[in-house]
């Protein structure tokens, strides 16, 4: 008789989204499963994992995971594992589809709306609709052009607001204030501040680390990092509180930056001897199709691993 009182003191301080109660609809994967899918009214496509634990009536968290350049859905759930519950313990994944190979912020994007902003704004709206999101635990992952695409949506004040926080593997950063449709960061501000997670390889050569001036510029990875220290709070060119090696061969460099009591809330890991790769203990498809950048076979830690750790302390305050 008090088990629905108990049971609701439990879910105080979870974001239930509207879909909570609901039925799974028809056209979703059933429990522990993926699908393909469309978003309803347009032509984007995306796919989506629900865990075999999920419960209608219990808020889940949501993974988005953001394929690279010349990529596409299937591929990012391969390389990034959301699907996998021994990484994603109990969230929803999904993976959204670009319209051309490219995300808005690669030249090569198709710029025109809806773009991939709308979209993926949209998308969220569509989860939250119809699935029991907890609405403070949403987040986003990407690889290479993706990771270019995370820091377009954290500057996006209306979409970066709705993420708890931002991951990115080998991002190719460029650099968007004149961009059509993405112009000057500016997130909207908000008191938990702009968790960002990053990870390089020091021999990539597709997004250099130090970035690269040729025929598609990209930004240095440390500006990024420093970037969103300072939006957080951190002081302008603010140096890491730590920068702690976690492997010695390959040599792992851990950087943290600590801002304004937000300690943690910018992370990088510079991972030696590792090219344009999504690090893994298990050789994935970046390891066995692209030994030239990846010439390790596989990698000493799972970044998949690492995000999934980041992201479980990151709320947002609802
Ligand atoms: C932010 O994204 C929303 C949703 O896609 C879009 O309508 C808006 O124009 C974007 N804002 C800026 C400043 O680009
Ligand atoms: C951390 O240490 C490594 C090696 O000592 C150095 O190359 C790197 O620039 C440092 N900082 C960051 C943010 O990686
Ligand atoms: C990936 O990393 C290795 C080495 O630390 C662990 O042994 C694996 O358990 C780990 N994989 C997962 C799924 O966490």
């Known amino acids: 008789m008090y088990l629905p009182f108990l049971l609701s003191l439990a879910m105080v301080g979870l974001a239930r989204s509207s879909g909570c109660g609901r039925d799974i ?42 394929h690279g ?11 990034s594992q ?8 109990d969230g929803i994944a999904i993976y959204p589809n670009s319209k051309n190979g490219y995300w808005l912020s690669n030249p090569k994007a198709d710029t025109s709306r809806p773009n991939d902003l709308d979209f993926t704004n949209d998308l969220l709206s569509h989860m939250e609709e119809l699935l029991c999101i907890d609405s403070s ?34 991002g190719a950063y460029y650099d968007n204030d004149e961009t059509p449709g993405i112009g000057p960061c500016a997130p909207a501000q908000r008191e938990k501040g702009y968790p960002f997670l990053e990870f390089h390889g020091t021999i990539d050569t597709t997004a250099p680390i130090d970035g690269s001036t040729s025929k598609n510029p ?9 970037g969103w220290a300072e939006r957080n709070g951190c002081g302008h060119d603010a ?20 801002c304004d009591g937000k300690n943690g ?15 893994s203990t298990v ?3 970046d390891y066995t199709s692209h030994p030239d950048q990846c010439p390790l076979g596989k990698y000493v830690f799972n970044a998949t691993e690492y995000i999934f750790d980041f992201f479980a302390g990151c709320r947002l305050e609802v």
Not at 82 to 89: A, G, L, R
Request: aromatic share 12%; hydrophobic share 35%.
């Open 25 to 66: 609809p028809s056209e979703f994967p059933s429990p522990g499963s993926s699908k393909s899918l469309h978003l309803p009214g347009t032509d984007r496509e995306y796919r989506l994992y629900i865990p075999a634990t999920y419960d209608k009536n219990r808020p889940t968290p949501l993974y988005f995971s953001f």
């Open 69 to 79: 350049a010349s990529k596409d859905m299937l591929e990012q759930e391969e390389l």
């Open 82 to 89: 959301f699907s996998n519950p021994e990484f994603n313990k």
């Open 137 to 170: 635990r949403v987040y986003s992952a990407r690889k290479s052009n993706g990771g270019g695409f995370t820091i377009v949506i954290a500057c996006n004040a209306t979409v970066g607001s709705r993420f708890a926080a931002f991951a990115s593997v080998s």
């Open 218 to 226: 990209k930004l240095p990875t440390i500006d990024i990092l420093e």
């Open 239 to 258: 140096k890491w509180a730590q920068n702690v090696t976690v492997f010695e061969n390959p040599l792992v460099k851990h950087a943290i930056w600590d």
């Open 265 to 279: 809330i910018v992370q990088h890991y510079r991972e030696g001897d590792n090219g344009h790769c999504w690090p």
């Open 283 to 285: 050789p994935n498809d």
